[in-house]
């Protein structure tokens, strides 16, 4: 079973929601991403997703692509977020890893070269931005050969018949843009999330995670009590930007913004 299936599974045993970070490999250094990881495990997570650095992150506000051109200025590749994937594996068998960036570095590398890199690196899922599903079949295929999954986006302005789509091709979770705009978006209605969780649980069983604009415990918390997971990113990276020279402070400032999330998570539900 693919390691976020067994987390999912889990967690409905115990009544809890996932809590997926998600930060920048390579940033603020490539050296420094695996003990970042390490961090966040031990500080309530259930599933990491690392972005692969891109020149133009399209989806991202300026938190990420500040962090991406962090990472660029250090020459991280997807093969070095791979390579960070392995190494984190040498001692967390358990943890789900899902990458999350774009298709151009993907295309470079070669769709069944990437897979089997990603499949030897420990990778779970792999979340492509800017790849519809309709244009998926090809990379799609040949993760799906290797027990690696691909998990794409929904927006609040998704219509039905796309969201059918998305949830035929869709596997581990689906990813709910919680806002209409970019990462780190400071508006999130939780009745309108509501609203559209409703309307795409009638569609899948998959679970349904939502991110973009949560930013604490207490919007962790209501998210929480309507979905299945909830992905923090934009915080997450600021605390990276705040002290890019501290790396102690990066990982105390980062367990606290975790603890303080799963903390009220478990609370609210």
């Known amino acids: 079973m693919n390691r976020i299936d067994r987390c999912f599974k889990e967690l409905k045993t115990t009544g809890k929601k996932a809590l997926i970070p998600y930060i920048t490999g390579g940033d603020p250094r490539p050296g420094l991403t695996v003990e970042l990881m390490h961090c966040l495990v031990e500080s309530g997570a259930d599933i990491i997703e690392i972005g692969v650095p891109f020149s133009d992150p399209m989806a991202d506000g300026p938190v990420i692509q500040l962090a991406c051109e962090r990472a660029l200025a250090h020459n991280t590749s997807l093969r070095d977020v791979l390579n960070m994937v392995k190494a984190f594996r040498k001692t967390d068998s358990k943890t789900a890893v899902a990458l999350m960036g774009y298709l151009n570095p993907i295309e ?11 499949k030897v690196s420990g990778v779970d899922a ?12 090809d990379l799609s295929g040949a993760l799906k050969a290797l027990d690696i999954q691909t998990i794409f986006l929904m927006a609040p302005t998704t219509p039905d018949k ?6 035929q091709h869709g596997e581990g979770y689906l990813y709910y843009v919680s806002v209409k705009g970019v990462t780190g978006s400071a508006a999130l209605d939780v009745e309108d999330v509501k609203a559209n969780l409703d309307r795409i649980r009638s569609k899948t069983d998959l679970p349904l995670a939502v991110g973009f604009g949560i930013k604490d415990g207490a919007t962790a918390a209501a998210v929480a009590k309507i979905a299945d997971a909830v992905i923090v990113g934009s915080a ?3 605390c990276v930007a ?25 609370a609210a539900v």
Do not use: H, W
């Open 108 to 118: 470079v590398m070669g769709y069944q070269v990437f897979a089997d890199l990603a």
């Open 126 to 137: 792999v979340l492509v931005v800017d790849m519809p599903p309709e244009e998926s079949t």
């Open 162 to 167: 796309r969201a059918d789509l998305i949830c």
């Open 236 to 238: 997450l990276v600021n």
């Open 242 to 266: 705040r002290n890019v020279n501290d790396d102690a402070l990066i990982k105390k400032e980062l367990s606290q913004i975790m603890l303080q999330m799963r903390e009220a998570m478990d």
